[in-house]
């Protein structure tokens, strides 16, 4: 059922369901929709015996490549991915409304592990996971460290030797931490911008900040590393539940004092002492060793890689379609998640 935000009662049975549910994602919370600026959101449901089994927040934009709208359910839907029919009963609502209203593809990416057995499963229903990089908004892996209720000075010793070695140099570097408020999102913006020119990739505009700052309000923290008054790192962080991620990061890279060592652990240090159990540091596009990202994010999470189911893509329109992915990047994440990893 498409959700009228009208009706109080059934609208509050909706955000009940969703907050107690396992796999619910702050990308599903209707904060995220008021982040995303420009898009349109709508809100569905499977409701059985009276009580709200599924749902799905559904975001949409027109697309100038495809000219057509693309739909979106980042991080879901929110449901027991392991019941099928109910979730193609959802996905194919979902797929008619889209169908109403001039999109050509209906994109959702669960907030489940891979689990081959239940990818086959799906695909018995016509329903087919895709693991090309186009395909993906979020990343194919996550670098996950799992607290669970150990202090900060145990999640330190629990590192690599190497991972220990870093950290404790970084402390050793008169590095200070400054955790910032709505007035120094001017900063944070401003070492963002200067990396992201230096790599040659975008960057949000600083008015996107402000909204993730002022809609996440208390569940937001944004902190900064500084060394003789020059900001030399930052990061962004979104809490949700027992779950806590590195939304946004920068180094300015003029100086190398260990300070992303001493930004991740201080980040650490918050959710130990916050009784958050996960610790997110983002996502990775490659689990080789030679990557740096990855290289650096497994030092802080015991190597605990977090693959991800991948994404449904209900296409509508094929000839939109292949303008939307014509030239975007097809390589094939199935090989790494279906493999071991090694330590």
Known sequence: MHLNLKDKERTEKYWKF???????????????????????????????????IAVAQVLSIYNSEAKKNLFYCPRGPVSDLYDIETNIELINEIKNFAKKNNGFLVKFDPNYEYDEKLVNEYKKYGIEFCHKMYSYVQFPFSMMLDINGRKFEDVIQSFSKNGRKQVRKSYKQDLELYVGNRDDIKIFHEITADMCKRKGITYRPIDYYYRLYDNFKDNARMTFVKYKNEFLSCSFLIRFKDYAIALYGADNLNIDLGQSYFLDAEEIRYCCENNIRYYDLGGVKSLDINNGLYRFKRKFTNNNIIKWIGNIECIIDEDSYQKFIENKDDRDYSPELKGNIAD
Not at 27 to 36: C, E, G, S, V
Request: net charge negative; charged share 20%.
């Open 18 to 52: 969703f907050y107690n549910h396992p796999s619910s994602s702050f990308y599903q919370d209707k904060i995220w929709a008021l982040i995303k600026n420009g898009w349109n959101s709508d809100y569905f449901y499977i409701e059985k015996n009276n009580e709200i």
